[in-house]
């Protein structure tokens, strides 16, 4: 029978040291009993989630934790975004970047981020979101800022089309082209989707406050960046299990639909840096009762990381480690657990960065090595050594008992 | 001058942590002076034969431990089963899984697997083997219980063939059908021995007997998972050297055979858990004397893992020990030996894992690390760090000074 599996991924927890903390990462700094009490008993490693030195972004990181080779799924920005902005992206869909920006009367642009406008894009948005046009349907959401995602959804659609966008301002948006016969019909969608937003748009009651308070309006919108969302086999379909999420933002939790998982809603869960550890660590034991594999992304530490605050984030790792005492103890008998991060966050860059993170793989038969306290440093000495994130998967599948035999 | 190499396979001895034996492995809790001897003064690792978390095939195991990519030259399981059951494989050859069948007088397959037949197929594989239809040669010899492998050598064969095996009862069998034109042959042959095996089967004295005492007649046999033996450069090609392996189980002397190694033969050497290994050892000290290579596989760890015998599986190690003292008396002076297993068969599973296997690599010049022990959790924090089974070949052609360089 093989046994349940819980994967908690602190977003963005590896770090470097600090002088501040006496020379020490942030999560080395911090009073951590808990995580340490699983990497004494478990087995430590490291990983480069996607490979030695590359900057990994939240969404090429979770499909390779997924087991996913990102260089081969991860097919343009745009399907990301979609799901980042919280869209539901299916396999077949082709998503596109989008700018709000600003035309003069003959078509010009003036600004291609519609003067950085902050307020009204929702508004604005909804004016153009559930579309229909020769039979595709169009949908499209705002983003932070002057970004937007557009979003078509047909059979037959190609992400091999140009941009409308012409990346420079003083000039025309260009007609989106078809790069090969089989485009023609998504580039008739981005054209008419362009022409419609400025048919819709510079009249708009935010538009026209914008203009009336020198601001310039957000008078059309410029798809760029096409991809087309793979289809990602899912949990079910590739080792015959269910599979759940608990995640706090949206892109997180759109690459987890993508993968099959369901996606179980914590109130207080927010994705941000008050976020309710411990109420998610209670979800996910629940969920175990009912699912084979759990997954878990706490987002916190990143913050702290983006915001160079290496005090904030020891003390979420704090919080994180009470959280970890909650899975600890309600953790089904004969589970997997594993603990890592998709990615570094070092306090001193503010961005992701290439550097491996720490993993502990816990549970009855793992290889416990000499490592006794979980931090990037320590779990480099551990029985593990240096993994990929693609490889996580595998072996969680293998200790479980899931893994099929390759040969005789 | 090229030095001498030595590479022992314990087949299956990687574990994990049992209880019973205070939680340590099984190669753990044994007295192993010689293996810790080799651990100390060389160089240890860890490896994952195919990848992590990936359960390695004997087959695919000694592919990659040869330096083959399995991922490539592993063409599907005809080949490998025809090995299995002692049959000489070439390049280009196709050969087929089968099951001994029982079909009524309409050819409505009754049962798959004839009764789950255990006697007498020698006696019918006999009547069936070494035939020639359209200048092909076809052999055919009996597996365990029901099954067998159907053997096909001529130039211009196809594997692209449909089964003939309906994997169903209460059907005909079906036509083997070619997939692409340069099949037809490959079909033909297929369809012809099928026919031909219920016509020498049907009244064949072992399945008069089992009618007369109310067995089900092994009166078919039906062909399925067609594989071509892909070209696989011998050690001579590669390297330019000569090898030769010491072998018990079938299936690893094919590989070994496919390889260009030759086989020698050891008396007491059974493949079973009685085999003698100190006179494998003996005989692979005077292999050396003539050969470039030699490789060593000893089963018997691996019997007793499956059997889920710890303590089984200890007393192996404590023999694979006073064997290995055989080996260092008798290793030549400059001679490079490497320690390590083609897969984990924990005793708490009872079959192959994905667990890494413990590796060492002993001889003059090697850069020995801080491990003193030879064993599963110790060898993970030795120099060698974690590596890939077709790692082990390229890095003793390079101590053994057979490496070409790549670059200037």
């Known amino acids: 029978m093989p046994e349940k599996i819980l ?40 990983i480069d989630v996607i490979a030695p030195g590359v900057r990994p972004g939240s969404d090429t990181a979770h499909l390779a934790l997924f087991g996913h080779d990102p260089f081969k799924v991860y097919t343009g920005r745009g399907p990301f975004e979609a799901m980042g902005v919280g869209m539901v ?20 642009i003036v600004d291609r981020r519609a003067g ?27 983003g932070t800022e002057h970004r937007g995602v557009l979003l078509l959804r047909a059979t037959g659609l190609s992400p091999l089309v140009t941009d409308a966008d012409p990346h420079q301002e003083g000039v025309r948006p260009h007609d989106c082209e078809p790069k090969v016969p089989e485009a023609a019909l998504t580039a008739r969608v981005v054209n008419a989707f362009v022409k419609r937003s400025y048919e819709l748009l510079r009249g708009h009651p935010v538009n026209k406050a914008r203009v009336k308070s020198g601001e310039r309006p957000a008078n059309i919108v410029l798809p760029r960046g096409a991809g087309i969302m793979p289809h990602i086999p899912t949990f079910q379909e590739r080792f015959g299990l269910k599979a759940a999420a608990i995640a706090g933002v949206a892109l997180v939790k759109g690459i987890c639909r993508v993968s099959g998982m369901d996606i179980i809603e914590v109130k207080g869960a927010t994705g941000g840096l008050n976020t309710d550890m411990e109420a ?5 034991n629940r969920a175990l009762e009912t699912y084979d594999l759990v997954f878990v992304n706490i987002k916190a530490a990143d913050l702290c990381g983006h915001d160079g605050d290496p005090k904030g984030k020891a003390a979420v790792v704090r919080r994180l480690d009470k959280a970890m005492a909650v899975v600890r103890k309600g953790l089904p008998p ?20 290439g550097d491996p993170v720490p993993l502990v793989v816990y549970g009855e038969g793992v290889r416990a090595d000499s490592v ?13 050594g240096r993994l990929r994130g ?14 099929e035999k390759f040969g005789a």
């Not at 977003?11 to 903390?21: A, F, I, S, T, W």
């Open 280 to 284: 998610k660590a209670r979800a996910a």
């Open 390 to 403: 693609v490889d996580l998967l595998p072996i969680l599948m293998d200790l479980s008992g899931r893994a």
């Open 116 to 142: 950085r406008i902050r307020e009204g894009t929702a508004d604005l948005a909804k004016t153009l979101d559930n579309w229909e046009f020769e039979g595709v349907k169009v949908y499209f959401k705002e």
């Open 89 to 108: 992206v299916r396999p077949g869909d082709v998503a596109f970047r989008c700018n709000f920006s600003t035309v003069s009367p003959d078509m010009t």
């Open 334 to 353: 004969g589970a997997f657990f594993a603990l890592t991060a998709d990615h570094s966050t070092p306090c001193c860059v503010k961005d992701h960065t």
């Open 7 to 46: 994967i908690v991924v602190c977003d963005g927890l590896g770090d470097r040291p600090v002088k501040g903390l006496g020379n020490k990462t942030p999560l080395q700094s911090a009073a951590r009993p808990s995580l340490n009490h699983f990497a004494t008993k478990g087995v430590c490693g490291i």
């Open 372 to 384: 006794r306290t979980f931090d990037e440093i320590a779990c480099a000495e551990g029985g593990l």
